[in-house]
């Protein structure tokens, strides 16, 4: 692992660390890399399909094209009919 040391370092904001640390039992180095880890971005990794990104444009097309879909075309009930039955019991 490596090492850091800091220089100059203010006071008011090594006391605040200091507090932070107690109210959180850690040690000072531990609350350290805890607050490095937080405000430090994550990586994302790159997908590993090969396929390429779609374009927004063809993201919305596809999108709509979905919503015109009738679950009747796929052998679905129709929920009107499930729904007067269950109101009907």
Do not use: C, W
Not at 19 to 32: F, K, T, Y
């Amino acid at each position: 692992m490596a090492t850091l040391h800091l220089q100059n370092v203010p006071d008011d904001l090594y006391e605040k660390l200091q507090q932070l640390a107690a109210s959180h039992n850690r040690s000072i180095d531990a609350q350290v890399i805890t607050l490095l880890e937080s405000a430090l971005p994550t990586e994302t990794k790159p997908p590993q399909d090969n396929t390429p990104n779609k374009d927004v444009k063809e993201i919305l097309a596809e999108s709509r094209r979905r919503r015109r879909l009738n679950p009747a075309d796929f052998g679905l009930p129709d929920s009107t009919t499930l729904i007067r039955e269950d109101r009907d019991r």
